[in-house]
């Protein structure tokens, strides 16, 4: 008997599975984390990391975040690096960042 490949039929967006999300206590407040990996973070959409102001191309590896304490959080939702994530707490208001990119 041949094989037979089902399709599936594409979503709009996939939400992610609830465990994947974690709250992370930061002197800023509660915020809600979500870690996506490079095969999940693999949407035809980049977006600029307000750590950094650099873009996140798609496939890369990067943090989601918003505030957890706040109603509606989730429309505030950023995309960060990981390393810039993982930086914030550490980085002045100073921070020289490049020039050639746009505010976030």
């Not at 599936?8 to 709250?23: C, F, I, N, Y």
């Not at 930061?26 to 102001?53: E, F, I, K, M, Q």
């Not at 994530?85 to 208001?93: D, Q």
């Amino acid at each position: 008997m041949g094989r037979h490949n089902r399709r599936r039929e594409p979503d709009a967006e996939r939400p992610l599975p609830q465990g994947m999300s974690t709250v992370e206590e930061h002197p800023d407040g509660d915020w809600v984390v979500r870690r996506l990996s490079g095969t999940s973070a693999s949407s035809a959409n980049s977006y600029r990391c307000p750590g950094c102001d650099q873009m996140i191309a798609a496939g890369t590896p990067h943090v989601v975040a918003w505030p957890a304490d706040r109603p509606g959080g989730e429309s505030e939702r950023r995309h960060w690096h990981t390393t810039c994530w993982s930086a914030r707490g550490r980085r002045t208001p100073n921070t020289l960042r490049s020039r050639n990119a746009p505010r976030y």
